[in-house]
């Protein structure tokens, strides 16, 4: 692979919520950012981090299951607990690094 071409950018951002089963506020936060996402276009995914160490990946629970619900932008640590929407929404109206927008 040429290391001098970009690499491809997705064209949507991505909000990955990051939650474990009986999280009622996790629950709130996913309705919360299923609104946003119809409002704003990103694509929006839920990975329960129980789910996914028992399948084998305990990097997820290990590193943000003490503080769930978390909030991923674009695989970056954006919030926990709850919905910064102020701060979410003006990350998600900048240009995504290396976007023709840039």
Excluded: N
């Excluded at 692979?1 to 950018?9: G, K, L």
């Excluded at 997820?60 to 674009?74: K, Q, S």
């Excluded at 910064?84 to 109206?93: N, S, T």
């Amino acid at each position: 692979m040429d290391m001098s071409e970009p690499r491809p950018q997705p064209t949507r951002r991505q909000v990955q919520l990051l939650t474990r089963a009986g999280c009622t506020v996790c629950l709130r936060v996913q309705a919360q950012l299923a609104d946003l996402a119809a409002e704003l276009g990103f694509e929006l995914s839920t990975t329960d981090v129980d789910v996914a160490a028992a399948a084998g990946d305990t990097s997820l629970r290990a590193e943000f299951g003490d503080r769930l619900p978390v909030i991923l932008l674009d695989g970056e640590e954006h919030s926990y607990w709850e919905v910064d929407e102020p701060r979410l929404r003006a990350d998600l109206a900048r240009p995504i690094f290396g976007s023709p927008a840039d």
